[in-house]
């Protein structure tokens, strides 16, 4: 069975770090991409980074440039995004996505979904 799996969430304080993880399961990570996403509550969702699958390049918004690391580690199956200087603003529930082989910004090329993990900062 297809399946990723979120973890690490929680509340956060402002300025404090998170490692957000995304367990695969029924494929390999190599072959594909792995995206995260997030949306916060009356906000269009946002993607924030990417981990080709082909290349291994790695993609951030804006939002997140210079603050977050993507990594993946091919024996767990596992992507992990490690975000710093934690700021209300990354409050949102955030998902990882897995499409074929290399990056996009468009939800609609993601064929599996996990099911999200709530990230709320706040002092």
């Known amino acids: 069975q297809v399946q990723l799996v979120e973890s690490g969430g929680g509340l956060m304080q402002p300025g404090g770090s998170l490692t957000l993880s995304c367990a695969a399961s029924?494929?390999?990570?190599?072959?594909?991409?792995i995206g995260w996403f997030r949306q916060a509550p009356g906000k269009e969702s946002e993607g924030v980074s990417c981990f080709s699958g082909r290349d291994g390049s790695t993609y951030y918004a804006d939002s997140l440039r210079g603050r977050a690391t993507i990594s993946r580690d091919n024996a767990k199956n596992t992507v992990y995004l490690q975000i710093n200087s934690l700021k209300p603003e990354d409050t949102a529930v955030y998902y990882c996505?897995?499409?074929?082989?290399?990056?996009?910004?468009?939800?609609?090329?993601?064929?599996?979904w996990g099911q999200g993990t709530q990230v709320t900062v706040s002092s």
């Open positions: 996505a897995v499409k074929r082989y290399y990056c996009s910004g468009s939800t609609h090329e993601y064929n599996i």
């Open positions: 029924g494929f390999t990570l190599p072959y594909y991409a």
